[in-house]
């Protein structure tokens, strides 16, 4: 499994505690990296991807309601919203090919959701790539 694989795995993950535990996030994070040994450039793209997603999650949580059509946020399974979250923050925020975001993250689907999620995730992150610079741009 490459860096940047196991990383966009291990933000999911710390995300995905993180919502349902509501502890502090730097114990949460410190845990998911230490759970297993990682080299260094995995466990600083993880902690790049956990810490942009929290510090922008209002907004990427605005952008999964108004992509998900006839969805309310809190209807979505929790694993799905951290593979969203994750996703959508690599999206805005760096110059990942929009093919290889949505790739990963329809893989993290299968792995770690239901067949039917891969649809639902595709339909969105398909949105959201379509205005991703002017959706970016939004954000301060």
């Known amino acids: 499994m490459g860096k940047r ?5 291990l ?3 710390a995300l995905y505690q993180h919502q349902i535990q509501k502890g502090h996030e730097d114990e949460i994070l410190e ?8 080299i260094g450039e995995t466990k600083d793209f993880a902690t790049h991807l956990f810490y942009g997603v929290l510090k922008h999650s209002d907004y ?3 952008l999964i309601t108004d992509f998900a059509i006839d ?6 399974a929790g694993i799905d919203k951290a593979i969203l979250r ?3 923050w690599e999206l805005l925020f ?6 290889v975001v949505i790739a990963e993250a329809i893989e993290l689907i299968r792995k ?3 067949y039917e999620a891969i649809k639902f995730i595709n339909g969105v992150l398909g949105g959201i790539a379509k205005n991703r610079i002017e959706l970016a741009k939004k954000v301060s």
């Open 5 to 9: 694989n196991t990383a966009r795995k």
């Open 11 to 13: 933000a999911m993950q």
């Open 31 to 38: 845990y998911t990296l230490n759970k297993d040994s990682y």
């Open 60 to 62: 990427i949580d605005q």
């Open 71 to 76: 969805w309310k946020l809190d209807r979505i």
């Open 86 to 88: 994750v996703a959508i």
């Open 94 to 99: 760096t110059e990942t090919s929009v093919k």
């Open 112 to 114: 770690y959701s239901v």
